[in-house]
Structures are given as structure tokens and as C-alpha cells.
């Protein structure tokens, strides 16, 4: 069991790494990362290929509603659909980014799905 914050961070990065060794994203199927700080999350969808963030969508944004900060989660994969929607975009990869699949995490994974992405 990790025992302080470096511990904690250190384990979760180790996490990180190992699930990037096989997954990768190309501007057809982008790996869908995610970043959950204590306040905000954001994603973006980022084709590996060349190396470049093809959209974004974070708690910061104005477009974002919800009262709970799971319901927000939902609310960024939903504008994340959106927004690759517009770029032509309809499949992604879901990097979870060495977090567990639970809350924030899968709450906007089903945000993006029910928004029309396909993970």
C-alpha cells in the first residue's frame, strides 16, 4: 500500500506506463487520455502518430454543467464526443491514465460514449 503522496503518485505513473507500453493512438482511432487533479478533469483526444492533441475538453470550460463533480465528469466526456464529432471523429481508445475505472474516471468515459463516441 503506497504510504505518502510520492508513493501514491509514483505507483499511479508506474500504472500509467505500463498501459501506454500497448495502447496508441492514430488520427483514425486517437487514444483518448485522461488527467483527474483534485479539482478538475480533463481529456483530450491525441493521435500518437504525429504527436499532436486533436481536441480537449476539461471542468474548465464554460460549457460544462453539473452540481457533483462526477455529473461534471460526464458533462466534459459529453463535450469531448461533441467536439470530435466536428473533427470527424467517432472512435478512440480510452486511456484511463493509471486511475482507477471508477467515478470521475467512468463518468466521462459514459459521458463520451452516450455523446456518440465509440471507445
Do not use: C, W
Not at 491514465?97 to 463520451?112: D, H, N, S, T
Amino acid at each position: 500500500m503506497p504510504k505518502g503522496k510520492k508513493e501514491k503518485v509514483e505507483r499511479r505513473q508506474r500504472i500509467h506506463d505500463s498501459i501506454r507500453e500497448s495502447m496508441f493512438g492514430t488520427s483514425v482511432r486517437p487514444r483518448l487520455s485522461v488527467y483527474r487533479s483534485n479539482e478538475h478533469i480533463y481529456a483530450q483526444l491525441v493521435d500518437d502518430m504525429e504527436g499532436h492533441t486533436l481536441t480537449s475538453a476539461s471542468t474548465l470550460a464554460d460549457d460544462v454543467e453539473g452540481e457533483t463533480p462526477t455529473e461534471e465528469s460526464r458533462s466534459v466526456g459529453e463535450l469531448l464526443a461533441e467536439r470530435a464529432e466536428d473533427a470527424g471523429i467517432d472512435k478512440a481508445v480510452f486511456d484511463r491514465g493509471g486511475y482507477k475505472y471508477q467515478g470521475r474516471v467512468r463518468a466521462l468515459a459514459e459521458g463520451a460514449r452516450d455523446g456518440g463516441l465509440q471507445l
